[in-house]
């Protein structure tokens, strides 16, 4: 499935961003979705996971910042908040499916002054 990552921006340090990964009809309450961030030059970076059951795991530089969560109402997307941006979070963000090679073209976040 290829997601299709949105919510992204230009944002100073401290602020916040929601980014959205949707796609239609995929039943995300029954999937393992994680959020990957790549910097040019760089390999993706895995940033966090959500499991069935909505278990949440992160990389140690966004945890008490960043909130993986599906939306429970339409099961029709997850959603990465991420709070007190910092410059370092800057990136491309893409979603994906587990154990999936498709992806989608990701949503670009930049944290600047």
């Known amino acids: 499935v290829k997601f299709v990552e949105s919510g992204g921006g230009l944002v100073r340090p401290g602020e916040s961003l929601r980014l959205s990964c949707a796609a239609p009809g995929f039943a995300f309450s029954e999937a393992i979705i994680s959020w990957y961030r790549q910097v040019p030059g760089q390999a993706r970076q895995w940033v966090a996971t959500i499991i069935p059951g909505g278990d949440t795991r992160y990389t140690d530089s966004v945890k008490g910042r960043f909130t993986l969560y599906r939306d429970v109402a339409t099961n029709a997307a997850v959603y990465l908040q991420m709070d007190n941006l910092k410059p370092e979070d800057t990136g491309v963000y893409y979603c994906?499916?587990?154990?999936?090679?498709?992806w989608g073209e990701g949503t670009q976040v930049t944290v600047s002054l």
């Open positions: 994906q499916e587990y154990d999936s090679t498709t």
